[in-house]
């Protein structure tokens, strides 16, 4: 079925839809060249890896339209593995639908979303998590997220699980040896070494696997809601968060009815901030509302800051709030630092405690700092090479399950035939993560999440 897919030459607007300085339409397949050269009138031939000047005319009229810039990428060496053209033109929608309608009509059909990588993965150019790490550096929004992806692409993930599965592969041809030569009287590994080597993938398999920790939240980034009695200035130190107005600063109590929430960057790592109204009880109906979606945002919320005001002594509330907070990701802020006011006790809390000013920004950026010690380092390590999305992490889950079974079955003296059924499910998973056994259902799903001309 694969060869039925590469024998079509596909075509798509590589750049985002709208106008742009330049717009580019890409072409790969066996006919791509062929079909360029019908699109195209060339001063010099296409050559591989080489920008030529080329015009594209009018069918109606055969007068020039505009000027362009057109590559040929010959096959194997190129972004698909397959005769490659991109076509540089003038970024008007209007000239780059009439190209994708000019390769139509000369047999080229319309790219499915991601099938530029679909292709390269099929063609061996690159791994599933290569393949991911394209759509993930497409799709980040800070430059920590890009050089995750950039990591990845550059097949860090598919590094680190080499050499795991090798040692895998090499348990399998033993036990596999020792099945087979059976009656020939061959020493079998002891249940105890085989044991060991399995312990010695599930330990890195672990370690991988508690990586996604750290790849979701690069990935797909954290809240954090800020919570505390009205007029601490949770407002206040969330517009300095921010580094703009947006929150409305009152010196009114629980005027903050309604979740403000703000996308910042924290050190490259997406942050949701959301500043919540206060948690003490009211009265007003629309302040309660606004209680009730702060309670919701507390116990949603990946990272949490309790505001309390400095020199004033820890309320009842407030005490139990940062006792309900106890195992999780949180910091006390003492805001209004900047009155000079004597240290209030925090109690018996274990919890951080930084002091800031939202007026002077005083303490601002060791907040920033202990935020980001909070979220960078989830175990302790700095890794290449991590697990950033739920395929990925379900994977490794499964080839974890895959061992456990295995030393159960060591476990009952059961055959090593039954051993090695969940050695090789264990296998399987591994080369699933790497898309080197991964139904064509799946890869559909995978690459569909893509954008059109990628
Ligand atoms: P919220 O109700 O907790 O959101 O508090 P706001 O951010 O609305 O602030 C309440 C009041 O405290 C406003 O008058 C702020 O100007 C003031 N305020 C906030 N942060 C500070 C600070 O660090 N120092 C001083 N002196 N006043 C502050
Ligand atoms: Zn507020």
Not at 62 to 82: M, Q, V
Not at 119 to 141: C, H, K, M, Y
Not at 442 to 452: A, E, H, M, V
Request: proline residues 4%.
């Amino acid at each position: 079925e694969q060869e039925s897919i590469a024998h079509e030459t596909i075509v798509a607007i590589s750049t985002p839809p709208g106008r742009g300085g330049i717009g580019i339409v890409r072409l790969s397949g066996p006919h791509a060249l062929e079909i360029a050269n019908a699109l195209l009138t060339l001063r010099s031939p296409l050559a591989h890896a080489l920008a030529r000047f080329a015009e594209i005319h009018d069918p109606e009229s055969n007068s020039k339209l505009d000027e362009a810039i057109a590559t040929w990428f010959a096959k194997p060496k190129s972004y698909t593995g397959e005769d490659l053209i991109e076509i540089a033109a003038h970024g008007s929608p209007v000239i780059l639908e009439l190209l994708v309608r000019l390769a139509l009509q000369h047999g080229a059909r319309l790219a499915r979303p991601g099938e530029f990588t679909e292709r390269a993965f099929l063609s061996g150019r690159i791994d599933l998590t290569q393949a991911e790490a394209v759509r993930d550096l497409i799709e980040s929004q800070t430059l920590y997220q890009a050089r995750t992806a950039a990591e990845q692409m550059d097949g860090a993930l598919s590094r680190r699980i080499r050499p795991v599965k090798q040692t895998l592969v090499e348990l399998i041809a033993v036990l596999e040896a020792g099945i087979d030569f059976a009656e020939d009287d061959v020493d079998l590994m002891p249940d105890a070494e085989i044991v060991t080597r399995i312990d010695t993938i599930s330990v890195d398999l672990e370690k991988l696997a508690r990586s996604f920790e750290h790849g979701r939240i690069v990935h797909s980034g954290l809240t954090m809601a800020i919570v505390g009695r009205p007029n601490v200035g949770k407002s206040s130190l969330f517009n300095r968060l921010v580094e703009r107005e947006r929150a409305i600063v009152t010196a009114t109590p629980g005027t903050t009815r309604d979740l403000v929430t703000e996308r910042v960057s924290l050190g490259g790592i997406p942050l949701e901030l959301v500043d919540t109204a206060g948690l003490r009880e009211s009265t007003d109906e629309a302040e309660s509302i606004g209680i009730q979606k702060s309670r919701e945002a507390l116990a949603d919320a990946d990272l949490v800051l309790v505001v309390i005001e400095a020199g004033v002594p820890l309320r009842e509330d407030e005490a139990q709030i940062i006792q309900s907070l106890a195992g999780r990701k949180a910091l006390i802020v003492r805001n209004k630092i900047d009155l000079d006011l004597e240290d209030n006790a925090v109690g018996e809390s274990t919890m951080a405690v930084v002091g800031t000013s939202a007026r002077t920004g005083q303490g601002i950026d060791d907040l920033r700092a202990a935020l980001l010690s909070m979220v960078r380092a989830p175990t302790g390590e700095s890794e290449s090479g991590i697990l950033t999305n739920l395929r990925q992490h379900q994977a490794v889950t499964e080839a974890l399950s895959g061992l456990v079974a295995a030393e159960e079955a060591v476990a009952r003296k059961t055959p090593h035939e039954m051993l090695l059924l969940d050695l090789y499910s264990t296998l399987r998973q591994l080369d699933s993560l790497t898309g080197e056994t991964t139904a064509d259902d799946i890869l559909n799903r995978i690459f569909s999440t893509f954008c059109i001309g990628k």
